[in-house]
């Protein structure tokens, strides 16, 4: 019988602790160092999702980590995608296809039966990787959601992989979190915790020296470094909404570009590269604030709830701002949910992207969107129609949109046409996410805005997880680590 591929899982405390950034820079880490290294995620729950290369769609985070090791992103490095619709249902992807929407009570029922699928999914990975990097969703802790676990420690268990944990200190409380998570982990799961990292640190780590101490006596976990907080780490695409604050351009640009933050946000990493323009504020609009009536443009991002997210805007004013903005003479951009939001109608009798029902759109657009269909999961490659500048995308969408701004498109696309705008060109739509990664189409639209685009964004990104993996080999013990997920190879293993 072969041995089993060297994996190892890092599970954290919480969400939001650097789990998903951990495992990318680790990933470029070791595979600077010559290994094969594949990114694994059992389960997600995020409305930032990715195209993989086999079509079908995967939680961002996974896509980063994917690129960090320089392999294409798989539906296998993320088997299942929780994207919620509302605050107790999430549309269900398995291996990159939709199929279906569960209330939260249903899924915690049914979760089990994906754990064949996701040990498929990664035995099809482990078997091309010299080595696989797992990350965990939420904590170990929440022993409340155990029973059929199957993104933390039931998965490690089921496919027998040893799991380190990380400790976010920046929420402070972190002795007790780790010492917390100890005490209310069984003693075969105690056990599968090989030992613990503190990320996200600030200030002198020699003063937390006794902390880590305190923990390893009160767990018997051994310390495998201390991460310092990287401000590089915030030019990666996020996968939670929390993160929406961290690009808020310099008070000085001489363009503002707003941004309302929906209930249902989606794909807000489209926005990332913008936020990173000297030239440009990037203003994310909480909810019961106004928009900024200096704004020059206006983007409604992508929504997992168009019509959900219709009545949220509404009810927060934001209707009546646009409205405002657009009088002004102020352009106003909207990306795939953003776009159909902009149109005179927007119909889902079915409930297929939340609930059922028909809506007034804002008027923005003379155009119509019926959620209906198969979902479209697609890359795609195209031209700007206004400045005859190449794009790349992708497009995660239900519905189709007809009408008669459909006749002023904004892109070409593989010889078909994508979105619509308003007579004056002011308003725009289009289902195309990605768009702004693009430094050829973003330095054309910034120009049409009068601002001049210094950015070059991918090598910006690269350059990101280069710091990052040398970041981590100086304040981890990364052979440690590997030796760690060596250590599966000598114990039993279904995978």
Not at 148 to 171: E, H, S, T, Y
Not at 256 to 273: E, K, Q, W
Not at 364 to 377: A, N, P, Q, Y
């Given at each position: ?5 060297p ?26 160092r010559?290994l ?14 990715a ?6 769609e ?15 992103p ?12 509302t ?8 291996r ?29 990975l482990a ?22 676990d ?10 027998d992989?040893?799991?380190v ?8 409380g972190?002795?007790a ?33 006794s ?6 006596r009160?767990t018997?976990w051994?310390?495998?470094?201390v ?24 008070p000085?640009?001489?363009c ?6 929906l209930?249902?946000?989606a ?10 323009e ?10 019961g ?11 409604l ?11 949220f ?36 009798p079915?409930?297929?992207?939340g ?11 003379d155009?119509?969107?019926t959620?209906?269909?198969?979902k479209?999961?697609?890359?795609v490659?195209g031209?700007?129609?206004?400045t005859?500048?190449?794009v ?10 007809a009408?008669?701004?459909?006749a002023?498109?904004v ?8 979105g ?5 060109g002011?308003?725009?739509g ?11 189409f973003?330095?054309a639209?910034?120009?049409n ?17 280069d ?7 100086a ?15 000598s114990?039993?293993s279904?995978?």
């Amino acid at each position: 019988m072969p041995r089993p591929t060297p994996a190892l899982m890092i599970q954290a405390t919480g969400s939001n602790a650097g789990k998903s950034t951990l495992v990318a820079g680790l990933a470029r880490a070791l595979v600077r160092r010559g290994l094969k290294v594949a990114p694994f995620k059992p389960q997600n729950m995020s409305n930032n999702a990715a195209i993989a290369i086999d079509g079908g769609e995967i939680g961002r985070a996974q896509a980063v980590q994917a690129r960090a090791a320089r392999v294409p992103p798989s539906v296998h490095m993320n088997p299942v995608l929780l994207k919620p619709e509302t605050d107790t249902g999430a549309q269900v992807i398995l291996r990159g296809k939709r199929i279906g929407t569960l209330r939260a009570k249903n899924y915690l029922d049914r979760k089990a039966e994906l754990l064949p699928a996701v040990l498929e999914s990664f035995a099809h990975l482990a078997r091309n990787a010299d080595i696989v990097l797992v990350e965990g969703a939420g904590s170990p802790a929440e022993i409340n959601l155990r029973a059929g676990d199957i993104a933390n420690m039931g998965f490690a268990a089921a496919a027998d992989v040893p799991v380190v944990l990380a400790g976010d200190i920046d929420r402070g409380g972190v002795i007790a979190s780790i010492v917390g998570t100890h005490a209310v982990l069984p003693l075969d799961e105690r056990a599968r915790i090989r030992g613990f990292l503190i990320n996200k640190f600030r200030g002198d780590a020699g003063l937390f020296d006794s902390g880590l101490a305190t923990i390893t006596r009160m767990t018997g976990w051994p310390a495998l470094g201390v991460v310092p907080w990287l401000p590089q780490a915030a030019w990666l695409p996020a996968e939670d909404a929390l993160d929406l604050e961290r690009s808020n351009g310099t008070p000085s640009s001489s363009c503002v570009i707003a941004v309302p933050m929906l209930s249902r946000i989606a794909n807000f990493d489209d926005l990332d590269p913008l936020g990173m323009e000297p030239g440009v504020t990037l203003v994310f609009v909480r909810p019961g604030e106004p928009i900024p009536a200096n704004a020059d443009v206006v983007i409604l991002p992508g929504s997992k709830s168009t019509i959900g997210d219709l009545t949220f805007l509404r009810a927060q004013g934001w209707d009546i701002d646009i409205a405002a903005h657009v009088r002004r003479g102020g352009h106003v951009l909207g990306l795939c949910g953003g776009y159909q939001m902009l149109g005179r109608v927007v119909s889902d009798p079915d409930g297929v992207d939340g609930p059922a029902g028909t809506v007034d759109g804002l008027g923005l657009l003379d155009v119509e969107t019926t959620m209906r269909g198969d979902k479209s999961t697609t890359q795609v490659r195209g031209v700007h129609c206004a400045t005859k500048t190449p794009v790349d995308g992708y497009e995660i969408h239900l519905g189709r949109t007809a009408g008669k701004d459909c006749a002023r498109p904004v892109l070409t696309l593989d010889g078909r046409s994508d979105g619509a705008q308003s007579t004056d060109g002011r308003v725009q739509g289009t289902y195309v996410h990605g768009l702004f990664t693009g430094d050829a189409f973003r330095k054309a639209w910034l120009k049409n805005l009068g601002v001049a685009s210094s950015l070059a964004y991918e090598t910006r990104i690269d350059s990101a997880l280069d710091t990052l993996a040398d970041h981590l080999e100086a304040h981890l013990d990364i052979d440690r680590l590997l030796n760690i997920a060596h250590s599966r190879q000598s114990s039993n293993s279904a995978a």
